[in-house]
């Protein structure tokens, strides 16, 4: 089905079609519309106009009104102030409007078939690692961005850049030929649970890093074994892919509890750009892009200055002839951009890397591989806090793990769904207690502006007050409930009823989703989507508590509330996925 176009587009145009008529001069002028608290909608542009025009805004602006004609669309336009014009619009255009994006899939959101590609870059933990409470943002803000950009249309590659590369591989390896046991799995053949996996990782990495800062000769043999590593050695190269392998199976039960979708294709470490590297640099030295300095390759900057006023240099490849993060980055941009073809490039990075994102950027700028056609861009995020507005640590002072943190999210969820529940079994209320509690501490992630940093409270993110997803989820429960109540009442749209205020507002909300998805997939923006969703379920609140739906005067008002609440329950639902938090049909 084609897109619906929005009462406000459809406004818009009418609008756009007086002034055209009323003020020929003015060619295409754009009546800047916005949603307002004085009507439904507000223009202002006939301010500039005038200016434009020396002519008296208000005399304008109800020249503008006298060459609109009656429509069934706008109610009513008034002139306010300098020539503001204050619009209303019909019932049965609000309800029509509605009806026809009821009537689709999509809730006549646009599908945008001419989409480019994007390649996202998130979720990327590290090899032998342990996920912490730093790796939570990345993966919930770039899990979100692929189901918003998909849901537009966008072609999305998912990458999750692994730390699965660099020296203290040597160090690992080394440990496990002495050690050859360190990885096995008490039962074997049987199926191993991340936290064995990630145990056995925990306990090999601290006796490795012990042996190696107090033994000297084992230091050695660590070292020679990197070199073994990066050139290739087969042996050296099937225990490295023992410690990656060991990882995933610890990755994978990280993700399936955050319920998120990651899969192997997906994953493309470090390692993967090995054999490109060589090359970057090649390219980067002959074309003059990067320089030789004091023995290393490096890319200098004139904006771009330490403390002493020096430049600092974006280093490639390093004097001894190692390569750092900037030669696997440039690599990984090569890839996407000349493979998998990509028209942008979305990095979901601590805002703390930035000066490093932005100096991979202006290289791969001027060696040519991002240009006016390929854009890259880092999705920047801040950093978790714990209550007291710190960064998040344990009591001890160490990181907080990610698996712990999430296991308290859904202990305090399945409370709280125990305590409302009605008639839900254990065994649902620990569904249920699941879905609560990834959905709360995802939600308290995307509806924060993703630069700023926010503050990890349980006990605010599980409360069924306020700006949480408990609130939308229930809000959603709340709906399907009256649903289930209807009996033989069947939601249906009724343009020829007149509206009750809360239900005007909320069908004037519930038409701006397209909208909100489009800006939302522009400015790589979550929180914007998750702020429209709680004021669709606040509207609904309202709505719900001054609008009898089942005990409305008429049948025809009943199937009317219940077709306002089906559509409300339809986007909050669609809405809430794309963030990637569930809606539980009870609680």
């Given at each position: 089905m084609a897109s619906v176009p929005s009462l406000a587009s459809t406004v818009?145009?009418?609008?756009?079609?007086?002034?055209?008529?009323?003020?020929?001069?003015?060619?295409?002028?754009?009546?800047?519309?916005?949603?307002?608290?004085?009507?439904?909608?507000?223009?202002?542009?006939?301010?500039?106009?005038?200016?434009?025009?020396?002519?008296?805004?208000?005399?304008?602006?109800?020249?503008?009104?006298?060459?609109?004609?009656?429509?069934?669309?706008?109610?009513?336009?008034?002139?306010?102030?300098?020539?503001?014009?204050?619009?209303?619009?019909?019932?049965?255009?609000?309800?029509e409007t509605l009806a026809a994006r009821a009537a689709d899939a999509r809730l006549g959101v646009p599908l945008n078939e001419a989409a480019g590609t994007t390649v996202i870059d998130y979720?990327?933990?590290?090899?032998?690692?342990?996920?912490?409470?730093?790796?939570?943002?990345?993966?919930?803000?770039?899990?979100?961005?692929?189901?918003?950009?998909?849901?537009?249309?966008?072609?999305?590659?998912?990458?999750?850049?692994?730390?699965?590369?660099?020296?203290?591989?040597?160090?690992?390896?080394?440990?496990?030929?002495?050690?050859?046991?360190?990885?096995?799995?008490?039962?074997?053949?049987?199926?191993?649970?991340?936290?064995?996996?990630?145990?056995?990782?925990?306990?090999?990495?601290?006796?490795?890093?012990?042996?190696?800062?107090?033994?000297?000769?084992?230091?050695?043999?660590?070292?020679?074994?990197?070199?073994?590593?990066?050139?290739?050695?087969?042996?050296?190269?099937?225990?490295?892919?023992?410690?990656?392998?060991?990882s995933k199976i610890y990755f994978y039960s990280v993700f399936e509890k955050l319920d998120m979708d990651v899969r192997d294709p997906d994953i493309v470490g470090e390692s993967g750009y090995n054999d490109m590297l060589q090359e970057t640099c090649r390219i980067l030295e002959e074309s003059g892009v990067a320089v030789r300095s004091e023995g290393a390759l490096c890319v200098f900057f004139d904006d771009i200055k330490g403390p002493d006023g020096n430049p600092v240099p974006l280093i490639v490849q390093k004097s001894d002839g190692g390569f750092g993060y900037a030669a696997t980055d440039l690599s990984a941009i090569r890839d996407r951009v000349q493979n998998l073809k990509a028209t942008s490039l979305l990095y979901v990075v601590d805002a703390r890397q930035s000066l490093h994102f932005k100096m991979v950027f202006e290289t791969a700028r001027r060696a040519g591989w991002l240009n006016d056609e390929v854009k890259a861009v880092q999705l920047a995020f801040g950093t978790v806090l714990g209550k007291d507005g710190k960064p998040f640590k344990t009591r001890e002072g160490e990181t907080v793990r990610l698996v712990d943190l999430l296991d308290e999210a859904i202990d305090r969820a399945s409370a709280v769904v125990r305590e409302k529940a009605q008639d839900l079994t254990e065994e649902e209320i620990a569904e249920r207690g699941a879905q609560v509690g990834i959905g709360a501490v995802k939600y308290a992630?995307?509806?924060?502006?993703?630069?700023?940093?926010?503050?990890?409270?349980?006990?605010?993110?599980?409360?069924?007050?306020?700006?949480t997803s408990v609130y939308l989820q229930y809000a959603y429960a709340r709906i399907q409930s009256i649903l289930r109540k209807a009996g033989d009442a069947e939601p249906a749209a009724h343009p020829e009823l007149e509206l009750a205020p809360s239900e005007r507002a909320l069908g004037l909300h519930l038409d701006g989703f397209g909208e909100t998805i489009a800006e939302t997939a522009a400015e790589y923006a979550p929180h914007k989507l998750a702020a429209y969703l709680y004021q669709l379920a606040s509207l609904y609140t309202t709505f719900y508590s001054e609008c009898p739906v089942l005990k409305a005067d008429t049948p025809e008002q009943v199937e009317n509330r219940l077709f306002l609440c089906d559509l409300t329950a339809r986007t909050l639902h669609q809405g809430m996925a794309l963030l990637g938090i569930r809606t539980p049909e009870r609680l």
């Open positions: 818009q145009q009418r609008l756009a079609e007086g002034l055209s008529a009323a003020l020929p001069e003015a060619g295409s002028a754009d009546p800047l519309l916005r949603r307002s608290d004085r009507a439904d909608f507000q223009a202002n542009g006939i301010l500039a106009l005038a200016k434009q025009l020396k002519g008296n805004p208000r005399e304008l602006a109800t020249k503008v009104v006298e060459s609109i004609p009656a429509n069934d669309v706008l109610k009513e336009i008034e002139v306010s102030g300098p020539g503001f014009l204050n619009i209303t619009v019909s019932d049965a255009a609000i309800v979720a990327q933990p590290n090899v032998a690692k342990e996920m912490h409470v730093g790796h939570l943002r990345s993966a919930v803000i770039g899990a979100a961005m692929v189901e918003i950009l998909e849901f537009t249309g966008e072609t999305v590659v998912r990458r999750h850049h692994i730390g699965d590369w660099g020296t203290q591989f040597g160090m690992l390896i080394q440990y496990l030929i002495e050690h050859p046991h360190e990885l096995d799995h008490k039962d074997e053949g049987a199926e191993v649970s991340g936290e064995e996996a990630m145990s056995n990782l925990n306990r090999l990495y601290k006796a490795s890093r012990a042996l190696f800062d107090a033994d000297e000769e084992f230091k050695t043999r660590a070292r020679a074994r990197v070199v073994d590593l990066q050139a290739g050695d087969e042996e050296t190269l099937a225990l490295w892919q023992r410690f990656v392998d060991e992630d995307l509806s924060t502006s993703a630069a700023r940093d926010y503050k990890f409270d349980l006990d605010q993110m599980v409360s069924l007050n306020g700006d």
